[in-house]
Structures are given as C-alpha cells and as structure tokens.
C-alpha cells in the first residue's frame, strides 16, 4: 500500500490502529485499490458518478472527491453502529443533499432495507434519483418543497403543518446532518415533531445542530462564533442547548447521547429516542 496517497487533511497524524480513522482509511485504501474485476458493493459504488460540486452541501469540506467519500464512508460507519440493528434497517435522510451519506452506505454495503432521502432543493434529488436510484431501487429520493431562507426561498410552504410523507412510525433511524443548523425554531420543532411521528417506538434520531449552553436560546449568524465570518440566509443558526432539548422534548423525544462539537464547522451531534411516556 505504500505509495497510495490520499492526501486527506490528517495524513501526517499517526494512527491507532483499530481507531476509526485507522479503519476508514483501510477501507478508502481497499476501495481505491480494489481490481476492477473483484466486484463488491464497494466496487459498485465507487462506479457511480460522485455528485458535482455545485450540489455537494458543505462548503470546503467535501469539495475534494475524496474527503467527500471519506466523510461519506465515516458517517456510514457511525450510523450503523448507532442504528444497533441486528436485521436490515429502514433509514429517512432528512435534508439528504446530494446523498453523501448514501454514498457511504453503498460504499460500505450497510445493511439498509429502504433509505428515504428527502431534500427542498429539486435539483440535488433529481442527480440523486437518476443516478443512485437508477441502479439501486432501495434507494429513493424526493423532493419536499418547504420554505427555507437559505436553501429554498420562493417556496410559501412553511414547515409547520406540513407532513412528511411517510406513514408513523415507518423509520429504525431518522438522520439530519447539518440540517437544522439552518433553520430557525418553529421550523425545527416542525421537524422535530415529525421526527417523533414518523419514527418506529424503538427507532433513533440522529441530528446535528449548532448547540451551546450559556447563550441565547436562538442565534442567526452569531458573529465570530466558531472563529468563522458567517454571510447569507440562515448560514448558521445557533440554538443553546436548554432550548433544543426543550424542543425535542415537547416533540415527544428524549436525549439519549450528545457529542459537543465535533461536526461540520463546530456542530454537534446529538442521539434521541421516543420518550418514554408515563402514563
Ligand atoms: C448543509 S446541507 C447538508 C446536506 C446533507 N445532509 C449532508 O450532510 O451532506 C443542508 C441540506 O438541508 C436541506 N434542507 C434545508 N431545509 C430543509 C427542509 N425544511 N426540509 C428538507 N431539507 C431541507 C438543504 O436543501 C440542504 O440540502
């Protein structure tokens, strides 16, 4: 394997092996240097056209094919692990963009039985049903048109008493990576609410949102925060943590894990199931 250069930001960092980075660059090593002939869902999936890079979401940090397929591969990695599925699992990408985590799941022949990717922006989920959809049918893509300041503007759909368009509780695992860092609070505890409805009374919720403690319950571009210069509609939108569990809470949710700040640009990443109710 010497020689195979991916020139990922941390190559100068030694591994552990074992770790997860160590394990996903194993993997990206096998991927890209896998004969052609030795078919395996590895193989099919790097045969499918990676999305251009005017609908790779993301700013900076997917640009480069290959730090969009490792972050792809990574998020896989950890959804399965945190999907604790001992059978195939039905997964709902909530703001799937140009279906990076797809991407991962296909590349690491996850065990998925119906993924559901919805997004408001029609152009990154018409690539996505053409070319992901195309050649795997569990894969489906739809568009969704509720109005978002950033990504959808000229919808006047708001997100509150809209439904998702799927049954109750049809989903092991729900996911929103960098989704609710751009949408303002009725339309969060819209989703939020839906989440709960949509997901299966064993199922997870896997979110990632701008969250701190000690600052105003909501934030539009808080200036300075994280060391970056946000610009344009709802860039970043920065809630305290008090305000987001409040409203996972209401919507029938109840915090199971949280991890500060280790996303996309300082988001966290944060695990809800179904409230228990006591009555
Ligand atoms: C920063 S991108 C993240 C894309 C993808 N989750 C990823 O991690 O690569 C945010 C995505 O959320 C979508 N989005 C914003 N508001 C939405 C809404 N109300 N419903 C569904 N998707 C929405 C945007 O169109 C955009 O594709």
Redesign the pocket.
């Known amino acids: 394997m010497r020689g195979l250069t991916l020139g990922w930001a941390s190559d100068s960092v030694p591994r552990m092996p074992g770790s997860t980075s160590a394990r996903i660059e194993a993997r990206l090593r096998r991927l890209f240097a896998r004969p052609a002939a030795a078919a395996s869902p590895i193989d099919q999936a790097m045969n499918l056209p990676l999305p251009p890079n005017r609908l790779?979401?993301?700013?900076v940090h997917?640009r480069a094919d290959r730090d969009f397929l490792a972050?792809a591969v990574a998020?896989a990695d950890r959804v399965v692990r945190d999907a604790r599925s001992t059978r195939p699992f039905s997964l709902l990408?909530?703001?799937?963009?140009?279906?990076?985590?797809a991407y991962g799941l296909l590349a690491c022949g996850s065990p998925i039985a119906r993924y559901e990717g919805?997004?408001?922006?029609p152009e990154?989920i018409a690539w996505c049903k053409a070319t992901i959809s195309g050649r795997y049918p569990t894969f489906r893509f739809a568009t969704?048109d509720?109005?978002?300041e950033?990504?959808?503007p000229d919808s006047s759909r708001q997100?509150a008493g809209?439904s998702l368009p799927f049954e109750d509780g049809s989903f092991d695992v729900i996911?929103?990576?960098?989704?609710f860092?751009?949408?303002l609070t009725d339309?969060v505890r819209a989703?939020l609410g839906e989440v709960t409805r949509v997901m299966a009374s064993d199922g997870v919720a896997i979110v990632?949102a701008f969250v701190e403690d000690g600052v105003p319950d909501e934030a539009v571009n808080p200036p300075g925060y994280q060391g970056l210069e946000w610009r344009g509609a709802l860039h970043c939108v920065r809630f305290s943590r008090e305000h987001f569990e409040a409203m996972a809470g209401a919507a029938g949710l109840q915090l199971t894990g949280f991890e500060h700040g280790g996303e996309?640009d300082g988001q966290s990443r944060i695990l809800f199931g179904r409230a228990v109710s006591s009555g």
């Open positions: 790779r979401a993301g700013g997917f972050s998020e990408d909530i703001g799937c963009g140009a279906g990076r985590l919805i997004d408001v922006m990154t969704i509720v109005y978002n950033r990504y959808n997100a809209t996911y929103a990576y960098s989704v860092s751009h949408m339309d989703y990632t996309t």
